[in-house]
């Protein structure tokens, strides 16, 4: 019995906690302590992707699907305002979305592969090129038309021309001369008669005579005005211009015959590809064959070509089976040293044809452009020469998509028709855009078109797809909003009608 008063006592104790944590939870709105400000005001509601769409009751974004996000009497309509020009806020799950990716510079180091097209041509220093000596008629030609194999001292065709007997009847009288005074000559006299008759003869080979022909008019000294024309060399027949019985022309060529065991493969080379020396070792892979080579590059210097605007380096290769044919295209990789300096995906890099740029994450889920300066590219990344640090993180991949919204979202902010401040406009914007959350519809600012499926605003440019429905052009931005609208035209047609007719009346009661 003792006991009772102290049990009153903690039972007093007990009430008069709860009833102070009664009067702190009336305080601050919450059980517990935990204070909420209950005296801002909620203006509007905005889509957190795109600040130009505005509501006056909470809901759904019809662009993304995201919660619209409450802005309050006192605040910016957005995080997204305060950011610099350009800049563009994404939370984790716009990113995935996206696709976002990102990662940091690396020091380009080591050897790089450098894959390139090439052509295969003939060996210039075995390349044969017969030219006609003198005017005339070609008297008969053999079979052996371009792409044909030809052996050393093999008829080629018959040639006939005036100019050949007196070349002859010279030659002939000087060989005449030498045989009747050979043995009353003296070694001098001897040796400059035969000078002459050497000279003879070297115009008669000019002309296409062969060694066997020489032979037999010294032998039987009986003229001819036909020469047989022969091949110099053991080759393919590139190209030949003539055809029986065809007149020709001193110095007009006949023939062009190439030995292709040993080949030269020009290859297209760009200046950030790097110096290959003399003599290193390259992979060749001709499509056509389903064949891969080893090359060797030639000590010669390569020549700019300024129609490809590329240079061109000379390989040279052992072609057996003579399977490799001139004109055939080749793919050539070699090994070269990576460009110093720090180098990220090419990918990463996106080029308006003015100035390069890449988007870099700056805070946690804060992308910012970034223009940047190129000096290089080997495989598929580029060197930067400007612009980046070593810890930098680049977005390499969803960055066309991050660069359309951060555009996107700069024309919404420059071509924005209301002020938060201004009331009338407010509730014009507020009205107009209720209409449009309801068919599922944005009401873009001034300038934007708006797809009637999805409700993006969009820029003139970024429009992809348009159809006409009952007269009236109607804008999408991707296939899948057009495949939607070519489904049921007439649903986004006559919500697109409804739309605007809410917005013209609420103008009007405004």
């Known amino acids: 019995m003792k006991r009772t008063p102290t049990i009153a006592i903690a039972a007093l104790g007990l009430t008069g906690l709860i009833a102070l944590g009664f009067v702190a939870g009336r305080v601050t709105g919450k059980p517990g302590g935990e ?33 619209l996000e409450p802005v309050y009497e006192g605040e910016s309509s957005s995080p997204q305002a305060n950011l610099p020009a350009g800049s563009i806020l994404l939370n984790a799950e716009r990113q995935q979305m996206i696709g976002i990716r990102v990662e940091t510079p690396k020091m380009s180091m080591g050897s790089r592969t450098v894959r390139t097209t090439g052509r295969v041509t003939a060996d210039e220093n075995h390349l044969y090129k017969i030219n006609a000596g003198a005017d005339g008629w070609i008297e008969s030609l053999d079979d052996n038309p371009p792409g044909s194999v030809v052996k050393k001292t093999q008829e080629l065709a018959k040639l006939y021309s005036p100019d050949f007997r007196t070349a002859e009847t010279t030659y002939l009288g000087f060989v005449a001369s030498v045989e009747r005074l050979r043995q009353n000559m003296s070694m001098d006299e001897m040796k400059q008669v035969e000078d002459s008759s050497r000279f003879n003869e070297e115009q008669l080979r000019l002309f ?121 295209y080749a793919d050539v990789e070699f090994q070269a040293k990576a460009p110093a300096g720090l180098s990220i995906p090419a990918e990463a890099v996106l080029d308006s044809g003015l100035r390069k740029i890449v988007y870099v994450e700056v805070n946690d889920g804060v992308f910012e ?142």
């Open 35 to 67: 204070a909420k400000s209950t005296s801002r005001r909620v203006l509007y509601w905005v889509d957190p992707m795109h600040p130009a769409y505005r509501s006056d009751k909470p809901g759904i974004a019809p662009d993304c699907g995201m919660a």
């Open 208 to 328: 296409g005579m062969g060694d066997e022909q020489l032979e037999q008019l010294r032998k039987t000294h009986r003229q001819t005005s036909v020469i047989n024309l022969l091949s110099p060399a053991d080759g393919v027949v590139l190209t030949r211009s003539i055809s029986p019985r065809q007149r020709f022309e001193k110095g007009q060529e006949l023939f062009r015959i190439a030995d292709l065991r040993k080949v030269w493969i020009v290859a297209d080379m760009h200046g950030e590809d790097g110096e290959m020396r003399p003599g290193s070792r390259a992979k060749v892979s001709i499509p056509e064959l389903g064949k891969t080579i080893n090359a060797t590059v030639s000590s010669s210097t390569p020549l700019f070509d300024e129609t490809s605007r590329t240079l061109k380096l000379r390989l040279e290769a052992d072609n057996p089976g003579l399977l490799m044919r001139p004109n055939m």
């Open 369 to 510: 452009p970034r223009a940047v300066e190129i000096s290089g590219a080997y495989s598929d990344r580029v060197i930067v020469a400007k612009g980046l640090t070593a810890s930098d993180r680049i977005v390499v991949s969803g960055n066309f998509l991050l660069d359309s919204e951060s555009r996107m979202r700069s024309a919404s902010a420059s071509n924005s028709v209301s002020s938060p401040g201004s009331k009338p406009a407010m509730q014009m914007t507020s009205r107009a855009n209720t209409a449009a959350h309801s068919t599922g519809m944005a009401v873009a600012p001034s300038g934007i078109i708006v797809d009637p499926v999805c409700g993006m605003p969009l820029k003139p440019e970024e429009v992809k797809f348009t159809e006409s429905y009952r007269g009236k052009q109607f804008h999408l931005c991707s296939d899948s909003c057009r495949k939607k609208f070519l489904a049921d035209p007439a649903k986004y047609a006559s919500e697109v009608a409804a739309s605007e007719a809410m917005t013209e009346a609420g103008r009007s009661h405004d």
